[in-house]
């Protein structure tokens, strides 16, 4: 996704999970795994789960990580620990390929680096930021980017687009909220604007002042939906929300309740629910960066009954490392249902999270066809 431009929920969400996944590998966390699951994690070779345990060989007495590209063994050779040193203990050695003893060190160093982009002003060199952490420059920005889903140049500009957007919406000139954003001057700020933000700078510290929005409320198999749509097509589509929250996110648009304007797309809503297996095709107007919405194109490809991973989303966008990108493109989804976030579950089968509740996610699977697997108790 080099070039594209994260938002503020994005931002907020890559750290959030950042700081999650370091304390998701504690032993309590990493002693719930069962090898079932561990070994379905070394066959997808899925680097998401490198660090929570390795796999050792007992025919060649050498220990793995998930993701090692060696040729996988037979399962009833290997055995499962939670630590590299148990597996020392246990009389394994490490593997010369995959090196499962640096994933700890690697990890670390990453979230050494998002700490210091995120304390820092303005960009920092490559060479300085690997040089702090303790990395060759391209070696450390092959680690960040697959441990992110993307470089730290590129986030280190989401980070400050995202303080930019913050600081429109509450500075009373563009010019300082470009300079408190970390940005050299308004010209660089300007020459993105459209692309970050879809809209001049002012309109966004505006609200987006000149849309109009049409909302209604209906009535679905999963509780009350609201759908909202401006003139090109479904802007939003969610649940437990109603046109306060509409307003609240569109704070400066003209917000107004549907008048017959957009029933044929409340119609069509409704039985996107109710009979997902012959979901009509509804214009959206909805956009994010070349990342999400790639993201968004490669859901609506999933057939209806059928499930795909974080794994497999991110290698059909032709990025295999950025899991916890693609989980946050998942998450920012605006229009649930119909671009269905909800047909990607984790690569162990279990339902993985869900912005409107794990229960109207295992009824979306159910009514497809589809019989969720709750790992976990979620």
Same mark, same amino acid.
């Given at each position: 996704?080099?070039?594209?431009?994260?938002?503020?929920?994005?931002?907020?969400?890559?750290?959030?999970?950042?700081?999650?996944?370091?304390?998701?590998?504690?032993?309590?966390?990493?002693?719930?795994?069962?090898?079932?699951?561990?070994?379905?994690?070394?066959?997808?070779?899925?680097?998401?789960?490198?660090?929570?345990?390795?796999?050792?060989?007992?025919?060649?007495?050498?220990?793995?990580?998930?993701?090692?590209?060696?040729?996988?063994?037979?399962?009833?050779?290997?055995?499962?620990?939670?630590?590299?040193?148990? #597996?020392? %203990?246990?009389?394994?050695?490490?593997?010369?390929?995959? *090196?499962? @003893?640096?994933?700890? $060190?690697?990890?670390? =160093?990453?979230?050494?680096?998002?700490?210091?982009?995120?304390?820092?002003?303005?960009?920092?060199?490559?060479?300085?930021?690997?040089?702090?952490?303790?990395?060759a420059p391209h070696h450390f920005q092959r680690l960040f980017t697959r441990d992110i889903g993307i470089s730290p140049a590129a986030f280190a500009r989401a980070l400050r687009a995202w303080r930019a957007e913050r600081g429109l919406e509450q500075a009373p000139r563009v010019t300082d909220a470009v300079y408190e954003a970390g940005y050299e001057g308004p010209s660089q700020f300007y020459a993105d604007a459209s692309e970050r933000l879809g809209m001049t700078p002012s309109a966004w510290r505006d609200g987006g002042r000149g849309e109009t929005i049409r909302w209604a409320v209906a009535?679905?198999?999963?509780?009350?939906?609201?759908?909202?749509?401006? #003139?090109? %097509?479904?802007?939003?589509?969610?649940?437990?929300?109603? *046109?306060? @929250?509409?307003?609240? $996110?569109?704070?400066? =648009?003209?917000?107004?309740?549907?008048?017959?304007?957009?029933?044929?797309?409340?119609?069509?809503?409704?039985?996107?629910?109710?009979?997902?297996?012959?979901?009509?095709?509804?214009?959206?107007?909805?956009?994010?960066?070349?990342?999400?919405?790639?993201?968004?194109?490669?859901?609506?490809?999933?057939?209806?009954?059928?499930?795909?991973?974080?794994?497999?989303?991110?290698?059909?966008?032709?990025?295999?490392?950025?899991?916890?990108?693609?989980?946050?493109?998942?998450?920012?989804?605006?229009?649930?249902?119909?671009?269905?976030?909800?047909?990607?579950?984790?690569?162990?089968?279990?339902?993985?999270?869900?912005?409107?509740?794990?229960?109207?996610?295992?009824?979306?699977?159910?009514?497809?066809?589809?019989?969720?697997?709750?790992?976990? %108790?979620?």
């Open positions: 996704m080099q070039g594209g431009w994260w938002r503020s929920s994005e931002i907020a969400t890559l750290t959030a999970s950042r700081r999650m996944h370091d304390r998701s590998h504690s032993p309590n966390v990493i002693a719930m795994i069962d090898a079932d699951t561990a070994w379905t994690a070394f066959e997808a070779r899925d680097r998401a789960r490198d660090g929570e345990f390795v796999g050792a060989v007992r025919t060649t007495g050498i220990y793995c990580k998930p993701s090692c590209p060696a040729r996988h063994p037979k399962r009833e050779h290997v055995e499962f620990f939670t630590t590299p040193h148990e #597996a020392q %203990g246990a009389g394994y050695r490490a593997c010369m390929r995959c *090196h499962p @003893d640096e994933v700890g $060190r690697d990890r670390a =160093a990453v979230a050494r680096a998002v700490e210091l982009i995120e304390a820092s002003g303005s960009s920092l060199l490559l060479a300085d930021l690997a040089r702090a952490v303790g990395y009535d679905s198999p999963l509780g009350p939906m609201l759908i909202a749509a401006t #003139a090109k %097509g479904i802007c939003r589509l969610s649940f437990d929300e109603d *046109h306060r @929250d509409l307003g609240r $996110r569109f704070h400066k =648009a003209t917000i107004l309740p549907d008048d017959g304007t957009i029933a044929i797309l409340v119609q069509g809503a409704v039985k996107a629910v109710s009979e997902p297996s012959s979901m009509p095709d509804l214009p959206l107007d909805v956009a994010g960066t070349a990342f999400q919405e790639a993201v968004w194109q490669e859901l609506r490809r999933i057939p209806p009954g059928e499930t795909r991973s974080y794994a497999q989303i991110a290698a059909a966008v032709g990025k295999p490392g950025a899991v916890r990108a693609t989980g946050s493109a998942n998450g920012a989804n605006p229009v649930a249902v119909l671009v269905p976030c909800h047909r990607v579950v984790r690569s162990d089968g279990g339902l993985g999270g869900y912005a409107y509740g794990l229960e109207r996610k295992r009824k979306l699977l159910e009514a497809e066809g589809r019989e969720p697997r709750d790992l976990f %108790g979620e």
